[in-house]
């Protein structure tokens, strides 16, 4: 195979897509950190399914609008840092392509350094050792062996085999990597998704699993409603139509013109239709010409929407902010949640450890924010890069991340904010604020590995300082008594310390850490707060 044509890129991706979905949980258990948030592997995945979604919705019909989709679904759906830097890798690709109709090695390599570049400057402060590093190893591997080699099979393999060598490499360029005994997680999701291009070229036949109902299918669609409460179509139509000669393809091509979430399922001589839609007369009218109708159901969901965000409503109305910009926050856990609308802040989304939300979740808020100027607070650092990503999008606001890496670095932050300040002013006093202060967190280990001289065993209590795990135990308690110890000045110097309880946490732990808390430091104010997290059983505040 001496070119690669719209088809074979289709194939492609599907079968990157296809091997990363059966890997995925390989990549996600390569998490450096022994903590319950291993989900790099599903962050590419769903990326990439979004990214072949849009390709589905938009039927392209040459390869530039291929592209075009592949790269609006990458970049609306990349959640985590490996899902928003494989949107990047995309976007530079299929860019550089421009408006060829097919694509020799020498334009594949071409095409993959671009990537290599793109990617390289959506981040910050790029690493070596990370999928970064694989990615530019196989650009530069593939523009040298593309001026000889011209057959994309013998391409592949010899990109699927510098791809490994590069990602056997990362554990030494990276010294966490090194001693957590690991490769990097981004960088062995890219070399899965190369693995799975190649297991197509090869002529491996894709099978996607149980093809689901017609009720499932519709059930899926109906459970999507509109973070703003306004659908763009009303009415849930379902039709059954009788009728041996009906175009299952041309019934699904020609509703397109009222509506969308269609769906045509024939058993015999019995077709089922569903359709949201906002003139269901006009469907009635256009399927009774094709065949007899059988029975209808039409359901007014606005209706339904309406009513449960009234509901919804009732239990999460935030508090009326007098700042002159709005925020949006992003947290697990109801007592987090509710925490935060008692501060002013406008949205709160959901979504945190093991739950990254997508640019698009993140970008979707700010649209609908009522101030100009808006504040985004991503409260993991796994979602940093991609609220990064959805303020690039944001044409119609103001928007600025402060970078918190979890949610308790988010509350001193926010009530540093003054009313008669300046929106520079508060985003400065919010970043200084965010230097001068610490946070704890006590959770468990997931798995057996040695960082920072501690051996630690799967189901060992873990405390972290900031980014560091410093201490382990065998429950919460001893973890943090130890901690206290060790860094008795950090929580001394404090003029506040807030204790959030998890989910899961233990009522007689909670009494015991507040009294280690409060015989060591009898001067500091101490508050014990139902967070309501998941996976941790403390998070802890240091101000």
Known sequence: MGKLTLTEFDQLLRGALHNLNRKK???NKLNVFPVPDGDTGTNMYLTLKTAVEEVDK??????KDFGKALCEGALIGGRG????????????????LDALETVDTVRFATALMAASKVAYHAVIKPVEGTILTV???VATKAVVISTYEKDFIKFFKDLLDESRISLAKTIDLLPVLKEAGVVDAGGQGFVFLIEGGLNVLKGEKIVEGVQKSFEEEIEQMDKTYSISGKLEYRYDTVILLSGVNIDTGKVNEDLTEFGDSIVVAKAQELTKVHIHSNNPHKVLEYLVQIGNIKDAKIEDMQAEVDEFLKEKQVHNVSVESSLPFSIISIAQGEGFKKIFLNLGVETVIDGGQTMNPSINDILTAITLCKKDFVVVMPNNSNIILAAQEAKKLAKTKTVEII??????QAIPAILSFNTEGTFEENMSNALKMLETSHSVSITYSIKKTQLNGLKIKKGDVIGMLDEDIVSKGKNPAEVITNMIKDKNGIFKDAEFIGIYFGKETKAEDTEAVAKAFKEHFPEVEIDIIDGGQPYYYYLISIE
Do not use: H, R, W, Y
Not at 81 to 96: A, C, D, H, R, T
């Open 25 to 27: 949980d390989v990549v």
């Open 58 to 63: 938009k039927m392209p019909q040459n390869l």
């Open 81 to 96: 840092n490996s899902g928003v830097i494989l949107s990047q890798i995309l976007k530079g690709f299929f860019e550089s």
């Open 135 to 137: 990615v530019k190893a």
């Open 403 to 408: 970078p918190t890496s979890n949610v308790v």
